[in-house]
């Protein structure tokens, strides 16, 4: 059974760093093919893809967000970790990993979590 | 900015068929573009329903299917239940990134 979960603060000041962290069960990103993404979701708003790892450690990211976001893997500890800097109150969503077989469906998500931005 | 389109609503009666589309700014959308399709329900994450343009998932109703349709990525619930009414968006692989559309909130009335 795959399973992931979000971690991570839910308030965060402007001009800050945001550090997530995805848990996950069920496969292994040494596996080739696979990959863990994330995509968040402004309250009320539609999805936003943001970037994904691959088992070969290759990050592909928005170009919108290239600038500011890194994600990493730590297979000893079946978790990938993303990294925002510089958040704005526009950062503000439900930020959600999701499991990449290697057919590149987003098969598998996580229950999210919520992330404001504010002083 | 490549920016994908769905309608923003659509409103079908139970058991009967409904069609929702994803455009893309860059032009008619094809296989290449791996199109996926998601439902999201209120306060739940998303569910993948479509990969690949008609893919399903194991868990994916029959009453789902995915082509493509006149340039654009279509997705047809035929004999739709009340359980259907959700957000659906469609996911597109263009210009080495992925891009979701706006969504499609769909109302079973």
């Known amino acids: 059974q795959i399973t992931l979960k979000e971690s991570g603060p839910t308030v965060v000041k402007p001009t800050q760093t945001l550090t997530l962290t995805c848990t996950f069960s069920?496969?292994?990103?040494?596996?080739?093919?696979?990959?863990v993404g994330w995509i968040r979701q402004p309250p009320g708003k539609a999805l936003e893809y943001l970037g994904t790892?691959?088992?070969?450690?290759?990050?592909r990211s928005s170009p919108s967000l290239k600038s500011r976001l890194t994600i990493t893997q730590d297979k000893s500890k079946d978790q990938v970790v993303l990294t925002m800097t510089n958040l704005a109150p526009a950062d503000t969503a439900t930020y959600y990993c999701?499991?990449?077989?290697?057919?590149?469906?987003?098969?598998?998500w996580g229950q999210g979590t919520l992330v404001t931005v504010s002083s | 900015q490549t920016v994908v389109t769905q309608e923003p609503s659509l409103t079908v009666s139970p058991g009967g068929t409904v069609t929702l589309t994803c455009a893309s700014s860059?032009?008619?959308?094809?296989?290449?573009?791996?199109p996926n399709w998601f439902q999201q329900k209120p306060g739940q994450a998303p569910r993948a329903l479509i990969y690949?343009?008609?893919n399903k998932h194991s868990w994916t109703p029959a009453r789902f299917s995915g082509s493509l349709l006149g340039g654009k990525a279509a997705l047809t619930l035929s004999g739709v239940h009340p359980d259907d009414e959700a957000e659906y968006y469609c996911?597109?692989?263009?210009?080495?990134?992925?891009?979701f559309g706006g969504g499609t909130k769909l109302t079973v009335l």
């Open positions: 999701a499991y990449r077989p290697k057919s590149g469906s987003y098969t598998f």
């Open positions: 069920g496969f292994s990103l040494t596996t080739p093919g696979v990959g």
């Open positions: 790892i691959y088992w070969d450690d290759d990050q």
């Open positions: 860059t032009g008619a959308v094809t296989s290449d573009y791996y």
């Open positions: 690949s343009t008609s």
């Open positions: 996911l597109l692989y263009q210009d080495e990134t992925l891009v």
